[in-house]
């Protein structure tokens, strides 16, 4: 009759086993998750990086010329500018664009922090309003017609900022 009482050695093994399961998965799930934040902050490092670096590459290949720092830095307004010093000017401007457009939509997916992405829109909200947007051919919201292009479209919207000396 006592053995009927007394739990069996199996028994307590068994339990000791589901609770065992249960503390590895726990560790397990730690462990994933650790490991998911440090990949997601490398992915944010990489993202980073490689905005840098194109950014990097357009500038140094714009100031490397200077026919194309003239058109660059002229903002479409050259009154005397050729047909090619247009068509130059609408392709460094829609390159400008394509970048902060990349910058913007990262921001929106959480690959790149607020800190950073203020720094780069106001770059954008800054220069933006002194282009000559007329160059593109089109309005703005219609070349990029996406959450991007409202914002560009607000930016265009107010009063332009006084001109840096």
Excluded: C
Excluded at 74 to 98: C, E, F, K, M
Excluded at 124 to 152: C, K, V, W, Y
């Amino acid at each position: 009759m006592e053995s009927a009482n007394r739990p069996r050695l199996i028994d307590t093994l068994a339990q000791d086993a589901v609770i065992g399961e249960a503390m590895a998965l726990v560790v397990a799930m730690v462990s994933i998750g650790i490991q998911w934040r440090q990949e997601n902050a490398l992915a944010k490092a990489e993202n980073l990086r490689a905005i840098a670096e194109h950014a990097a590459n357009f500038n140094f290949t714009i100031l490397g010329s200077e026919p194309l720092t003239d058109v660059r830095f002229s903002h479409g307004r050259d009154a005397d500018a050729t047909p090619t010093r247009r068509n130059q000017y609408r392709t460094l401007l829609v390159q400008w664009l394509i970048l902060h457009e990349n910058l913007f939509f990262r921001h929106e997916h959480g690959l790149l922090d607020g800190d950073l992405n203020r720094s780069w829109d106001s770059d954008l909200q800054e220069n933006l309003p002194r282009h000559d947007l007329a160059a593109l051919g089109m309005p703005i919201e219609a070349m990029f017609p996406t959450s991007f292009g409202r914002h560009l479209k607000e930016i265009v919207a107010r009063p332009a900022p006084p001109a840096s000396t």
